[in-house]
């Protein structure tokens, strides 16, 4: 691995473990103290009595998504010499992702609570997370190419690989589900059996990507058009 390697993926690893820890915050805290599913008038009370949360929740998830960007940057020119069209599929499934997200925040971010009332910023709330959940079958079709990359091309990253389209593969199964409305319920009983790999995936290939680059572990450079 040359220096730019190592430094790219360090950068990268770093972004991922940033992005999970920035993620808990900005949704583990903030949101899910703000939202109260099947509650409209008590998520408007919330909002109305932490107000603060909300900046925390729009400030967090703006710097995921540039986060986001910074991964989709750092993983294309890590594997652009392992396949040219896949790591631009790689790439552009994040992108797309990111896309998707930034709509999403959008649909609180944009809100003026002094001029909405409870069942308008409760439908904003949940167009959030409807707009993120489609966002997130991008992300898991990102994660599986990505392992697919790895577990073809990059030698010592067959767990990590696994590790990745095992989590593409919860996420497409989640998420998919979760647009139809008739298995929403499943889709939340998928979730909570399958919020492990979802999370250990992308995780331990961050984890893979600084040991990698600290080790100066070399990629490949196959190029494959």
């Given at each position: 691995?040359?220096?730019?390697?190592?430094?790219?993926?360090?950068?990268?690893g770093?972004?991922?473990?940033?992005?999970?820890?920035?993620?808990?915050?900005?949704?583990?805290w903030?949101?899910?103290?703000?939202?109260?599913?099947?509650?409209?008038?008590?998520?408007?009370?919330?909002?109305l009595?932490?107000?603060?949360?909300?900046?925390?929740?729009?400030?967090?998830?703006?710097?995921?998504?540039?986060?986001?960007?910074?991964?989709?940057w750092?993983?294309?020119?890590?594997?652009?010499?392992?396949h040219?069209?896949?790591?631009?599929?790689?790439?552009?499934?994040r992108?797309?992702?990111l896309?998707?997200?930034?709509i999403?925040?959008?649909?609180?971010?944009?809100?003026?609570?002094?001029?909405?009332n409870?069942?308008?910023?409760?439908?904003?709330?949940?167009?959030f997370?409807?707009?993120?959940s489609?966002?997130?079958?991008?992300?898991?079709?990102?994660?599986?190419?990505?392992?697919?990359?790895?577990?073809?091309?990059?030698?010592?990253?067959?767990?990590?690989?696994?590790?990745?389209?095992l989590?593409?593969?919860?996420?497409?199964?989640?998420?998919?589900?979760?647009?139809?409305?008739?298995?929403?319920?499943l889709?939340?009983?998928?979730?909570?059996?399958?919020?492990?790999?979802?999370?250990?995936?992308?995780?331990?290939?961050?984890?893979?990507?600084?040991?990698?680059?600290?080790?100066?572990?070399?990629?490949?450079?196959?190029?494959?058009?």
């Amino acid at each position: 691995m040359t220096l730019n390697q190592s430094k790219t993926a360090i950068y990268t690893g770093t972004s991922l473990v940033l992005m999970a820890i920035i993620a808990g915050i900005g949704y583990g805290w903030a949101f899910t103290s703000i939202y109260t599913e099947g509650n409209p008038a008590e998520t408007y009370q919330h909002v109305l009595q932490q107000s603060f949360l909300l900046t925390v929740f729009i400030a967090c998830f703006s710097l995921i998504a540039a986060l986001d960007g910074i991964v989709a940057w750092g993983l294309f020119r890590l594997t652009k010499t392992f396949h040219s069209k896949l790591a631009h599929a790689v790439a552009l499934t994040r992108i797309f992702y990111l896309i998707v997200l930034l709509i999403a925040i959008s649909r609180i971010g944009l809100q003026d609570i002094s001029a909405t009332n409870a069942s308008g910023f409760y439908y904003s709330c949940r167009q959030f997370l409807s707009v993120w959940s489609a966002g997130l079958v991008f992300f898991g079709i990102h994660l599986l190419l990505w392992g697919y990359l790895f577990i073809r091309y990059q030698q010592g990253a067959k767990l990590t690989a696994a590790l990745l389209m095992l989590a593409g593969v919860a996420y497409l199964m989640v998420h998919g589900l979760r647009a139809v409305p008739t298995t929403q319920d499943l889709s939340r009983q998928l979730e909570t059996v399958l919020a492990l790999p979802m999370a250990v995936g992308e995780l331990y290939a961050a984890i893979w990507l600084i040991y990698s680059g600290v080790r100066s572990v070399r990629f490949s450079r196959k190029i494959v058009s």
